[in-house]
């Protein structure tokens, strides 16, 4: 079933090599969007009202903000409680004595969920045309951004992949050309003595499924050994970032994934190049 | 049984390997093939194994009509053929019993269902203690015997022997040859291609003649001259 050890040798990894990319991609893009969910109560759109809305008035708008499908949350702190938590904060309290008025304005602390984050642009021009809004403060910019890139990421995987199906089926349709074409001969009296073309092709459907699934057994391997010395750089990020989340080690998921991605496309690859290769051998 | 209607074979090279042939052999009847080399005798067996499409006429085998036999059909009309080559074509990675056990194997044979017949067919042609050696160390002529083994253990209704005596001595090509009439007398149908001259009078039997393509002879219970 095999040419030689090495050619085999090589092979596997160049599957395991194409299996590789699109898995990283997914996989760091996966945590991204976990870190995201996590970050997203960092996010914040703060609504500075106008001066001549009432505290009534400002909670009715507070709870019609609930039930937009964009929003998580949204906390109303009206101008005297804005006063109380800035004369609290350090060294601010002998300033707030001293002012006649109270100058702030009152506020609602909005918290976009994660639909809300990747179109923030279009909610804070929305929430800015609101009558009782005087401006509008979007927080968290870098999260948004993040937010966008993760998309991309996807659409990269995606594309990605598409193209690593492509380059997996050449290199396994090229290997188990190289074989049918070793027995030739072999094939050439099969036929004349009545085997059928399924007959023929069987052991090499099962030497492309095999390689595909060495392939994806290798390339978890390799994805694991990453993660492993990617881990503690990351996690000291995660650490910083005052977030409970680490990277996982080797999830089952993955390897069985790649596993059997590789034997499907390694089999499926198999049969669309050894019918092609045994029917054009004449007889 | 087989029959050839005004068969010619054309290649596109233009070379005529064929010119309206015809001829009908039944059940329990062996003949041979013979003429100088290049008169067509093996392009007569391959149309007859459907390997090549005759360029008009008509050739019925088994009650097939092979003008008309679809590409998916033919493993399976191979199948009922025994076919020995010229160059025996052993399969030099098997043992001799897996050699012969191929067309079982290709069948769906179970594997002691199909040792019981290979060493059946093995004894027929002398080598049963030659089962699990491989092509390679055997002579030229046991090579010869197993293809002839691997022919008839599915015990086709037709046998083409393409120089099946090539490499055989005078002892052993009679040996062969009544095995050959065993499977005569059982009812298949046998078309041999030698020019072994003389092994064909020795047999005495119905000889077809080409030259040049054309059939200008058919001796014993054939038709004409």
Known sequence: ?283 | MISFDKVSKQYISGQCALASVSFEIDKGQMAFVTGHSGAGKSTLLKLVLATEKCSSGHVVVNGTDLNHIRKREIPFFRRRIGMVFQDHQLLNDRSVADNVALPLDISGFSRSDARRRVRAALDKVGLLGKEKQFPAALSGGEQQRVGIARAVVNRPSIILADEPTGNLDPELSMETMEVFEQFKNVGVSLLIASHDISLINRMDCRTLILNGGALIGDTGHGELS
């Open chain 1, 1 to 283: 079933m095999f040419f030689s050890p090495l050619s085999s040798t090589m092979t596997v990894i160049a599957i395991a090599g194409a299996l590789l990319l699109p898995s990283l991609l997914f996989a760091f893009n996966t945590n991204i969007t976990t870190l995201l969910a996590e970050f997203q109560n960092n996010a914040r759109i703060v609504l500075y009202l106008t001066r001549d809305i009432s505290d009534s008035q400002a909670l009715e708008v507070s709870n019609n903000l609930l039930t937009s499908n964009a929003i998580d949350s949204a906390d109303f702190i009206s101008n005297e409680e804005a006063l109380l938590s800035f004369s609290e904060a350090a060294g601010f309290s002998q300033i707030v004595a001293d002012l006649e008025a109270n100058p702030l304005p009152a506020s609602i602390v909005i918290t976009p969920n994660l639909a809300g984050l990747a179109g923030l642009d279009q909610l804070a021009v929305r929430l800015d045309q609101m009558p009782e809004v005087e401006l509008v403060q979007v927080d968290s910019l870098w999260l948004r951004r993040l937010a966008a890139i993760s998309e991309l990421i996807v659409l990269a995987a995606r594309a990605l992949g598409l193209i690593v199906l492509l380059c997996l089926c050449f290199i396994i349709g090229n290997t188990v050309r190289s074989h049918i074409e070793n027995r030739r001969d072999e094939i050439k009296i099969i036929k004349l003595v009545g085997g059928t073309h399924s007959y023929i092709a069987r052991p090499f459907l099962y030497t492309g499924l095999f390689y595909g699934l060495l392939g994806g057994l290798l390339a978890s391997l390799l994805q694991a050994t990453i993660f492993l010395s990617f881990r503690d750089p990351l996690n000291e990020i995660f650490n910083l970032y005052d977030s409970s989340f680490t990277l996982p080690l080797l999830a089952p998921a993955m390897l069985i994934t790649l596993a059997f991605s590789g034997a499907l496309i390694g089999w499926l690859a198999a049969i669309i190049s050894a019918y092609r290769y045994i029917n054009a051998i004449s007889t």
